[in-house]
C-alpha cells in the first residue's frame, strides 16, 4: 500500500507501528458481498453456545466458594466475602489502587499494616473470647480464608456449627466497624465492648431470624444450643 504522507514517519517506533499497520493491511481481504455476522463458537448460534463456549475459556480451580449464614444480614455475609477477595478498603488494599496514606498500620494493634488478613485473623483476644463462649479448643488462623472456614474443624454438628459459623462472620463484621470507628473517629477499641456487642447482636439476630423461639439469652450466653 502507497501512503500520501505529508510528514513520513521518521522515529524507529514511527516506522515501526507503520510496518504493523501494513501488516494488519495485508491480511484483510474485501469482497464484493453484504456484510453479515459471525462469531467464534462451533456450533450454531444460540444463548446455550455462548455460555458453554465462554464456560470453556474459564479456569475456576482456584475459584473460593464461601458458604454464606442463612440466619446473619445478608451485609455481614457480603462483608464476609468481600474481606476474604481482600476487596475492603484496608490501608494496603488502597495503597495498591494507588492511594498513598501515610500511616498504613493495623489501628486496632499498631504492630503491622493493615491487610484484611492480618485485621481479622490476628484478634486473638476475640477468637479467644468466641472460642470460650462456643466451648471449642482455641483456634489461630492465617488468611481470612481459613477464618471463615474454621467451622469445619472445631468438633461442632448441626445447628451448633451453623451457628458458629455465623458468630463468626459476626465477628469480623464487629471489627470491621470498630476498626472504622478509630480510623475515621478517633474512638477507642475495648475488647470487653467488642465481645459484648458480638454476643448479644448475635443473639438478637437468631432470635429474630430463626424458627427457634425456645432460644433463652441464658442459653445463648453458655452455648446451650440444642
Given amino acids: 500500500m502507497r501512503w500520501n504522507w505529508k510528514s513520513g514517519p521518521k522515529t524507529f517506533l514511527e516506522i515501526s507501528e507503520l510496518n504493523w499497520i501494513n501488516r494488519d493491511l495485508d491480511?484483510?481481504?474485501?469482497?464484493?458481498?453484504?456484510?453479515?455476522?459471525?462469531?467464534?463458537?462451533?456450533?450454531?448460534?444460540?444463548?446455550?453456545?455462548?455460555?458453554?463456549?465462554?464456560?470453556?475459556?474459564?479456569?475456576?480451580?482456584?475459584?473460593?466458594?464461601?458458604?454464606?449464614?442463612?440466619?446473619?444480614?445478608?451485609?455481614?455475609?457480603?462483608?464476609?466475602?468481600?474481606?476474604?477477595?481482600?476487596?475492603?478498603?484496608?490501608?494496603?488494599?488502597?495503597?495498591?489502587?494507588?492511594?498513598?496514606?501515610?500511616?498504613?498500620?493495623?489501628?486496632?494493634?499498631?504492630?503491622?499494616?493493615?491487610?484484611?488478613?492480618?485485621?481479622?485473623?490476628?484478634?486473638?483476644?476475640?477468637?479467644?473470647?468466641?472460642?470460650?463462649?462456643?466451648?471449642?479448643a482455641p483456634f489461630a488462623v492465617n488468611t481470612v480464608r481459613e477464618l471463615l472456614d474454621i467451622h469445619d474443624h472445631i468438633g461442632l454438628h448441626g445447628l451448633a456449627k451453623e451457628i458458629f459459623h455465623g458468630i463468626v462472620l459476626i465477628c469480623c463484621w464487629s471489627l470491621w466497624r470498630v476498626r472504622n470507628g478509630v480510623k475515621l473517629s478517633n474512638s477507642q477499641a475495648r475488647i470487653e465492648e467488642i465481645c459484648s456487642e458480638i454476643k448479644s447482636v448475635s443473639f438478637l439476630w437468631f432470635s429474630s431470624r430463626s424458627k427457634d423461639r425456645t432460644l433463652s439469652w441464658s442459653k445463648w450466653c453458655n452455648f446451650v444450643i440444642m
Fill in 27 to 136: 491480511s484483510v481481504k474485501i469482497e464484493d458481498r453484504g456484510d453479515r455476522w459471525t462469531w467464534i463458537g462451533t456450533e450454531e448460534y444460540s444463548v446455550g453456545a455462548v455460555r458453554r463456549t465462554l464456560k470453556r475459556g474459564m479456569n475456576n480451580s482456584n475459584n473460593y466458594v464461601l458458604k454464606w449464614s442463612k440466619w446473619i444480614p445478608v451485609k455481614c455475609n457480603v462483608h464476609a466475602w468481600r474481606a476474604e477477595m481482600d476487596k475492603i478498603p484496608t490501608a494496603m488494599a488502597l495503597r495498591s489502587r494507588n492511594i498513598e496514606f501515610e500511616d498504613t498500620m493495623c489501628p486496632l494493634c499498631g504492630s503491622d499494616d493493615e491487610t484484611s488478613n492480618h485485621l481479622f485473623t490476628l484478634a486473638c483476644r476475640v477468637w479467644l473470647f468466641v472460642a470460650r463462649w462456643c466451648k471449642v
